[in-house]
């Protein structure tokens, strides 16, 4: 399924997830500017390298910024704008720019642990999708019975339907865990950060009640 937006209406336009977007968006252009050998030497630099993540912590925060093609970046950004705009409005700008730093951050660290355990230690991981999957695991914790209007495929064709957010979200898990799973002895060859989603869907799932039970909005 193929989100297209929620129907879910915010009060405030998404400044934090808005500038997110684009900073994403201009290191991508910086990216393609590169030559073969400049990219890959960017990508080993504020990529994050788990067998490296000790000599450059910050690859951390930075491999969030970075993508691998345009189907990369417009997916993740594309679910970052359709989902992103709800957390930010009921966590407020300074709380949803630290909860989105914190899942990135939760969703590298677990990765490289996996990575570290089953290979490919060596192979820069870039992408906003952990950061990412926390939002998606805030908006399945704040707004369960929220509707979705997506591209459903049904036998050859696509079509247009609103779905509750459990059922849309619920599945994206379950892909990502299912993909986990199968491709988790094939780690050492690279791909899909599969745990990297998953991870970062826990820690936004249960991050972000601590945020908003706090009930500083700002």
């Not at 417009?74 to 709380?95: A, T, Y």
């Not at 060859?189 to 601590?210: D, E, N, P, S």
């Amino acid at each position: 399924m193929i989100p297209i937006r929620d129907v879910n209406p915010h009060r405030s336009f998404p400044v934090v997830n808005f500038t997110i977007i684009v900073l994403c968006s201009l290191t991508w252009l910086y990216e393609v500017s590169l030559s073969e050998e400049e990219l890959e030497d960017f990508m080993q630099h504020y990529g994050l390298v788990p067998v490296k993540l000790l000599d450059r912590p910050m690859s951390l925060f930075t491999h969030m910024f970075l993508h691998g093609g345009w189907l990369h970046i417009i997916g993740n950004l594309w679910f970052l704008w359709v989902f992103g705009d709800n957390v930010e409005d009921k966590l407020g700008r300074v709380k949803y720019l630290l909860f989105y730093i914190l899942s990135g951050l939760g969703a590298g660290i677990i990765q490289t642990f996996v990575s570290l355990i089953f290979g490919g230690g060596d192979i820069p991981m870039v992408g906003a999708s952990g950061a990412i999957s926390g939002v998606l695991g805030a908006y399945l914790w704040l707004f369960p019975s929220a509707r979705i209007l997506a591209l459903v495929p049904i036998f050859i064709f696509l079509t247009l339907m609103e779905v509750p957010a459990v059922f849309f979200i619920g599945l994206w898990v379950l892909i990502q865990v299912i993909n986990g799973l199968v491709t988790l002895p094939l780690a050492g060859m690279g791909g899909v950060a599969w745990f990297a989603h998953i991870g970062g869907f826990i820690v936004g799932y249960f991050l972000v009640r601590k945020f908003y039970r706090r009930g500083l909005y700002l």
